[in-house]
C-alpha cells in the first residue's frame, strides 16, 4: 500500500472517504500505526479483533487492544471464518483467546478481563442465550456469586437456549433450526480428502 500510494491502508481509505460512521467494520488490524488508530477512531470505525484467526494464520501478531482502547476506537469480537479461525465460530471461545493474547502480547494479567471480552462479544447484540448454571464448567460460582462470566469465558459451558432476532434457535439443550447430525456428516464428506498431510 505505502510503495504503491504513499499511504498505509487506512490512511488511504480515509483519503478517498472510505469510512462510513459506525457502519464501517475493519477485521483483524493487526499491523495498524497508532495515526491509522486515531483515523479509524475519527471516522467511528468498528474494529473485528479475530485472535483465533491471526494465530492459527501465524500472520506475526494481533490488534493491540490497549492502543486501540487508547485511541478511542470501538473493539469488537469476530471469529474470521470457520477455516480461518479454529474456533467453530464460538463467541465465548474467542473471547477466551483475546482474554489470554492480549495479556500473553502485554505482559499483563489485566490487559483484558472476561468481563470485558464478554462485552465485545456481544456490544449491541438483541439476542439471548440461556447457558447451564449448573454445568460443573460454572463452577466455582465465587464468594458472592460473582464469577459466572469468567467461567462462562475461560470454561465454557453448556448453552440451553438461544433466541435470535426474536426466533428460537435452541431450547433446552436442543437445536430447533438445524438437523445437526446431518450438517455434521455433509461436512466430513466435503473435506473427507482436503486436510490428507495436514496436520
Known amino acids: 500500500s505505502f510503495e504503491a500510494t504513499g499511504l498505509y491502508p487506512v490512511e488511504y481509505l480515509d483519503s ?16 495498524v500505526k497508532k495515526s491509522e488508530m486515531r483515523i479509524m477512531a475519527a ?6 479483533h479475530c485472535p483465533s484467526s491471526n494465530m492459527k494464520l501465524a500472520c506475526g501478531g494481533t490488534a493491540s487492544l490497549p492502543a486501540y482502547l487508547e485511541a478511542g476506537v470501538d473493539v469488537r469480537l469476530g471469529t474470521d471464518g470457520a477455516a480461518s479461525s479454529g474456533s467453530g465460530l464460538d ?7 483475546a482474554c489470554l493474547v492480549q495479556r500473553h502480547d ?3 494479567a489485566s490487559a483484558l478481563t472476561a468481563a470485558n471480552a464478554f462485552k465485545m ?4 447484540s438483541k439476542d439471548w442465550a440461556v447457558w447451564n448454571l449448573n454445568d460443573i464448567k460454572m463452577s466455582p460460582r465465587g464468594r458472592t456469586n460473582n464469577r459466572h462470566i469468567s467461567n462462562l469465558i475461560y470454561n465454557g459451558a453448556q448453552c440451553l437456549d438461544l433466541w435470535v432476532e426474536g426466533q428460537a434457535i435452541r431450547q433446552n439443550g ?7 447430525p446431518a450438517i455434521i456428516n455433509e461436512l466430513n464428506q466435503a473435506v473427507e ?7
Open 16 to 31: 478517498i472517504d472510505y469510512f462510513i460512521p459506525e457502519k464501517t467494520v475493519c477485521a483483524h488490524g493487526s499491523w
Open 43 to 48: 471516522n467511528q470505525v468498528i474494529l473485528a
Open 106 to 108: 502485554h505482559w499483563d
Open 193 to 199: 480428502t482436503y486436510y490428507e498431510g495436514i496436520e
Open 91 to 97: 463467541m465465548a471461545h474467542e473471547a477466551r483467546m
Open 174 to 180: 436442543q437445536t430447533l433450526t438445524l438437523d445437526e
Open 121 to 124: 462479544a456481544t456490544k449491541d
